[in-house]
């Protein structure tokens, strides 16, 4: 069965610096997606970035990036410029596939990494 | 921009007592989702459902059942609360290659 592990509970960063939030999966499969969540306080979940198994590429979204290692099974997340904005709840997932369709799925989350920003 | 509600932000009953978690989504999608959210655990899904009348049950389905009689509606039962069922439950849908869309969650508390 796929697992997602994030190690740190906890995180924090002065504003406007670089932060990396770690995120590693086990599976046995060779083409899944990948996704990073953030969940503000009292707010909803929002997907902030995803990335396909088979693009060697990794996804970036303005000032999100993410550090996506195959063959380790690792993929994490950096935010530079870090604003008080996000300062959240980030949630690793993994994709895990239910019959086929694109839509069809079921995700497999990990534990969470809570974001604290200092001014 | 898709929208997806839940009937409440926070609710509290008593242990024994029937809850109802509403859901709804404006899109017309076709998959929507239960999570159970608590501390250290992340996201548990409880069920989720991939068309009218169908459901299928997630990783931690006992002590709760579904109902999806309306494609924009996906409804969360408890049949008889227990204390252990206090948590953050969060209600999602999914549009095709673009991940899941969630609503503000409700805060459930059993006493």
């Known amino acids: 069965a796929q697992t997602v592990t994030q190690s740190q509970p906890e995180m924090s960063v002065q504003e406007a610096e670089t932060v990396t939030l770690s995120c590693t999966y086990d599976?046995?499969?060779?083409?899944?997606?990948l996704f990073w969540y953030k969940q503000p306080p009292s707010r909803q979940m929002i997907l902030v970035i995803r990335?396909?198994?088979?693009k060697q590429q990794n996804a970036t979204e303005n000032r999100f990036s993410v550090n996506f290692q195959k063959a380790a099974k690792s993929f994490s997340l950096k935010i530079s410029d870090s604003q008080l904005g996000d300062a959240a709840m980030y949630f690793c997932?993994?994709?895990?596939?239910?019959?086929?369709?694109?839509?069809?799925?079921?995700?497999?989350w990990g534990a969470g990494t809570k974001l604290i920003i200092k001014p | 921009d898709v929208k997806v509600t839940q009937s409440s932000r926070y609710l509290v009953k008593r242990t024994g007592e029937k809850v109802f978690l509403e859901c709804v989504q404006d899109?017309?999608?076709?998959?929507m989702f239960w999570y159970r959210q608590d501390p250290g655990l992340g996201l548990r899904l409880i069920y989720f459902?991939?068309?009218?009348?169908?459901?299928e049950k997630g990783d931690i389905p006992e002590g709760y059942s579904v109902s999806r009689e309306k494609k924009e509606r996906f409804s969360l039962i408890l049949e008889s609360a227990s204390t252990n069922q206090t948590s953050m439950y969060l209600c999602?849908?999914?549009?095709?290659?673009?991940?899941?869309?969630f609503g503000p969650g409700t805060r459930l508390t059993v006493l």
């Open positions: 459902s991939y068309d009218v009348k169908m459901k």
């Open positions: 899109m017309d999608h076709e998959n």
């Open positions: 999602a849908s999914t549009i095709t290659g673009r991940g899941q869309f």
């Open positions: 997932a993994y994709r895990s596939p239910l019959g086929g369709s694109d839509s069809n799925y079921q995700l497999i």
């Open positions: 990335q396909e198994a088979y």
């Open positions: 599976t046995s499969e060779s083409d899944y997606y």
